[in-house]
C-alpha cells in the first residue's frame, strides 16, 4: 500500500485538538477559570451555572480586570500575563503560565469576558470564537473585576457532548472543584448556584478551612479531624492539612491534595494514605484527607499535564513514605484509634472476613510456588527474634564518651552530644563539590541501588557484617565499607546544609589531639617531637582552617580552639566519642588545607572514616545497642540516600537464594 502523504493541520484543527486536551468536560474549564480568578488576586468568586455548565458556566470576580489593550489577544494561543522565559517555571509563583485556558475554551464555546479594571471609569465587554475577537470590545457599566461567560459549551464537539455524564453529575463535578478550592482557598468568598436559585455553597470571605471543611462537608467529618503539620529540612516541604480519624469513614472517601496550592491528583500518595487507613477501617471505607504541600518550586514540575492535574517532584518516593509514617504515627497517637483496638481484642468481636471468602478462587487462579514466596516486611520476622533481649529503641540515640584515660571524662557523658537541625538551605554553587556530586552520581550503579532499595533486613552478623535478602536471594553485606560512603556522600550532597550535632560542654582540641598523640593508632614517635608541641600545632592549623569547616560542614571549632558543633550525617546517627582525638588529629595532618577540590575530598573521606569506625570498647559494653544502630539508622540510610558505585558490588556476597535451597532439599 502506498504511504500516506503527510501534511500540515489547519491551525484551528490544531487548536481544537489541543483545547480537547484541556477542557474535557465542564469541570475542567471552571478549574482552570477560577485559577485565573485568582491569579487575579479575587476574594470573591461567584459562579452561576446552566444545565450542568452545559449551556451556561459564568463565573464573577472582583480581581484586577484586564486592561482594555490586551482584550485583543487574551483568548489567543499562547498569550499569558504570568510567564515571560521558560525559566520563570522553575519558581512559578501563579496557577497559569501557558496562556492557553482561554484561548481553549473559545475553541470548543461561545466566550464572553465582561471586565474592568481599578485605573478606567468603564468596564469593556468582549465576546471570542476560536481564539479570535468577534468585534471591538463595548463600553459598559460594572465593577472592579471580570465576569466569564461560558456558552454551548462542546457546541463544535458533539461527541464530546455526548460523552458526557448528566447534567447533575456534571453539576456534582462543579461542585466538587469549588468545595476543594473553598477549603484551601478559606479567606475567599466563594458562591456557587445553579442559574435562578439559591447558592449551593456560600463561604464567607475570611473563614478559616475548619469552617468551611465543616460547612461543605458536613459537621460528621468536622468533628473527627486530626490536623496534620510536617515540617521537613532534609527534603524540604511543608505538610499541612488534616485527616479523619479512624471513627470515621465513608464509601466514598474525599482526598483533596493540593500541592504548592494546585489541586492535584496522586495515586502514589493515596494508595499510601489508603494503606494506612486499612488496617482501621472497614474493607471498601474510606477517611477524608485535605493535605497541602509546599515543596521548593525548584524541585517541582508543573509542566506535565494538559490539565496540570499531575506534577513531578523530586525525592517523590521518600516524601511520601514520611507523610505515610506520620499520619500512622498521629493516627496511633489519637484515641479513637486505642478504643478501635480495644473492641476489636474483645472475645465476641470477630473481624471482618470478607477477604477470605474470595480466597479460594483467587489462589486458583494465580498460583505462586512456594520457593518464590518472598517476606517483603521487614517487621514480620528478623533474626533477633531468636534473641531474648528486647531493645528499647529510643534509648540508643544519645552517645556516651568512654574517656577513662582522660580528665575530659567528666565532661564528656551521655548528653555530649546534641543534634540541632539547619534551618538554612544553600544551594551549592562551588564547581568542585558540583563536579564531586556529578562523579558520585556517575558512578552509581543502578543494580545496586535497587537492592538497596528493596532490600529487607534480616539482621547483624557482627561488627563488619549483616544480612539482606532481596527478592529471593540472601546477601552478607559489608556494612562498614557501605557506611563509609553513605557518610561521604552525606557529606558531599548536604554540603553546607548539614544540620549539627552540639557538643556540650565544648571540649579543648589541643587536649584532645594529646589524647590521640598517646593512642597507638596515631602513629607517634619519638622523633616527631613534644606530644603537647604537636599538638598545638594541630590544633592552631585547626583553628585557622575553622572557617572552612564550620561554613561547609557545620563543624564548629570556636577562635578558642574548643570544638562546639560536627555535623550530623545520618539523623539519629551519633560518631564515635572515642575516636574523637584520632579524628581531630587527622583533619590537621592528612586533610590537604591548601586546594580546594582535594581540600574537601580528603576532609570528606577522613570525616566519613570517623564516623564510620565502631570502637570495640562500645560494641563490648552494648552490643545490642550497636545492632539496633545498624538495623534501624544505618541501612535505612543506605536505602534512602546512598547511591552505591560499582566498586561496592564486591562488598555484597550472594549468600544462597531461595530456588537454590529447594533445589538442595530436593535431592535430601
Ligand atoms: N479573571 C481574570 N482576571 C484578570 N485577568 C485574567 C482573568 N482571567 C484571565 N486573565 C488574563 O488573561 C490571561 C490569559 O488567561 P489564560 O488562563 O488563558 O492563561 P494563563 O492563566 O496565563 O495560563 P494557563 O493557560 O496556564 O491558565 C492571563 O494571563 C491573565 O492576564
Ligand atoms: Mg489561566
Request: hydrophobic share 35%; with cysteine; proline share 4%.
Amino acid at each position: 500500500m502506498e504511504p500516506g502523504i503527510i501534511k500540515k493541520l489547519d491551525e484551528a484543527v490544531v487548536n481544537r485538538i489541543a483545547a480537547g486536551e484541556i477542557i474535557q468536560r465542564p469541570a475542567n474549564a471552571l478549574k482552570e477559570l477560577i485559577e485565573n480568578s485568582l491569579d487575579a488576586k479575587s476574594n470573591y468568586i461567584q459562579i452561576t451555572i446552566k444545565s450542568g455548565g452545559l449551556k451556561l458556566l459564568q463565573i464573577q470576580d472582583n480581581g484586577t480586570g484586564i486592561r482594555k489593550e490586551d482584550l485583543e489577544i487574551v483568548c489567543e494561543r499562547f498569550t499569558t500575563s504570568k510567564l515571560t522565559k521558560f525559566e520563570d517555571l522553575t519558581n512559578i509563583a501563579t496557577y497559569g503560565f501557558r496562556g492557553e485556558a482561554l484561548s481553549s475554551i473559545s475553541h470548543v464555546a461561545h466566550l464572553t469576558i465582561q471586565t474592568k479594571t481599578a485605573q478606567v471609569a468603564c468596564g469593556y465587554k468582549a465576546c471570542y470564537e476560536d481564539g479570535k475577537l468577534k468585534a471591538p470590545p463595548k463600553p459598559c457599566a460594572g465593577n472592579q473585576g471580570t465576569i466569564i461567560s461560558i456558552e454551548d459549551l462542546f457546541y463544535n464537539m458533539p461527541q464530546r457532548k455526548q460523552a458526557l455524564k448528566s447534567p447533575a453529575e456534571e453539576f456534582q463535578k462543579l461542585s466538587d472543584v469549588v468545595s476543594k478550592y473553598a477549603v484551601h482557598n478559606s479567606k475567599i468568598g466563594f458562591i456557587l448556584k445553579k442559574f435562578g436559585e439559591q447558592p449551593t455553597i456560600k463561604t464567607n470571605v475570611g473563614s478559616t478551612q475548619e469552617q468551611n471543611i465543616r460547612y461543605i462537608f458536613g459537621a460528621n467529618i468536622a468533628k473527627e479531624l486530626l490536623p496534620i503539620e510536617i515540617e521537613d529540612n532534609i527534603h524540604k516541604f511543608r505538610l499541612k492539612g488534616c485527616v479523619t480519624k479512624v471513627n470515621y469513614s465513608a464509601k466514598k472517601g474525599i482526598m483533596m491534595l493540593f500541592i504548592n496550592h494546585r489541586l492535584v491528583d496522586s495515586a502514589a500518595l493515596k494508595s499510601a494514605i489508603d494503606s494506612v487507613y486499612s488496617a482501621y477501617l472497614p474493607k471498601g471505607m474510606h477517611p477524608f484527607i485535605y493535605l497541602s504541600l509546599d515543596l521548593e518550586p525548584t524541585n517541582i514540575d508543573v509542566n506535565v499535564h494538559p490539565t496540570k492535574h499531575e506534577v513531578h517532584f523530586l525525592y517523590e518516593d521518600d516524601i511520601i513514605e514520611k507523610i505515610k509514617t506520620y499520619i500512622e504515627i498521629q493516627l496511633l497517637g489519637s484515641n479513637d484509634t486505642r478504643a478501635f483496638y480495644k473492641q476489636l481484642k474483645l472475645p465476641g468481636v470477630v473481624e471482618n472476613n470478607e477477604n477470605e471468602d474470595n480466597r479460594g478462587s483467587k489462589s486458583e487462579v494465580d498460583k505462586v510456588q512456594p520457593k518464590e514466596i518472598i517476606r517483603t516486611d521487614a517487621k514480620e520476622q528478623k533474626l533477633d527474634k531468636f534473641l531474648i533481649t528486647q531493645q528499647n529503641p529510643t534509648q540508643h540515640i544519645k552517645t556516651e564518651f568512654n574517656t577513662s584515660q582522660s580528665s575530659l571524662s567528666q565532661s564528656m557523658n551521655d548528653e555530649s552530644f546534641r543534634v540541632t537541625a539547619a534551618n538554612i538551605s544553600k544551594e551549592v554553587r562551588l564547581t568542585s563539590v558540583l563536579n564531586m556530586q556529578k562523579r558520585v552520581e556517575n558512578n552509581c550503579s543502578v543494580h545496586i541501588r535497587k537492592t538497596l532499595k528493596e532490600m529487607v533486613f534480616v539482621g547483624v552478623v557482627d561488627k563488619h557484617f549483616a544480612l539482606f535478602q532481596y527478592e529471593t536471594r540472601l546477601y552478607l553485606c559489608h556494612t562498614l565499607k557501605f557506611c563509609e560512603e553513605l557518610f561521604y556522600q552525606r557529606l558531599l550532597f548536604k554540603f553546607e546544609n548539614l544540620p549539627q550535632i552540639k557538643v556540650e560542654p565544648k571540649l579543648p582540641i589541643k587536649q584532645l589531639i594529646v589524647l590521640a598523640l598517646n593512642t597507638e593508632e596515631s602513629g607517634w614517635t619519638e622523633e616527631d617531637g613534644d606530644k603537647s608541641e604537636l599538638a598545638s600545632r594541630a590544633a592552631t592549623i585547626l583553628v585557622e582552617k575553622a572557617a572552612i569547616m564550620r561554613e561547609y560542614f557545620s563543624l564548629n571549632i570556636s577562635d578558642k580552639g574548643e570544638l562546639e558543633t560536627l555535623p550530623c550525617l545520618v539523623e539519629n546517627h551519633c560518631p564515635s566519642n572515642i575516636y574523637l582525638p584520632l579524628f581531630l588529629l587527622r583533619l590537621a595532618t592528612d586533610v590537604e588545607w591548601e586546594t580546594e577540590e582535594e581540600c574537601f575530598e580528603t576532609f570528606c573521606r577522613e570525616t566519613a572514616r570517623y564516623y564510620t569506625i565502631v570502637s570495640e570498647v562500645e560494641l563490648l559494653s552494648d552490643v545490642n545497642r550497636h545492632n539496633w544502630i545498624v538495623e534501624h539508622i544505618i541501612y535505612p540510610a543506605m536505602k534512602r540516600y546512598l547511591l552505591p558505585p560499582n566498586k561496592l558490588k564486591k562488598e555484597m556476597y550472594e549468600l544462597t537464594s531461595l530456588p537454590k535451597l529447594y533445589k538442595v532439599f530436593e535431592r535430601c
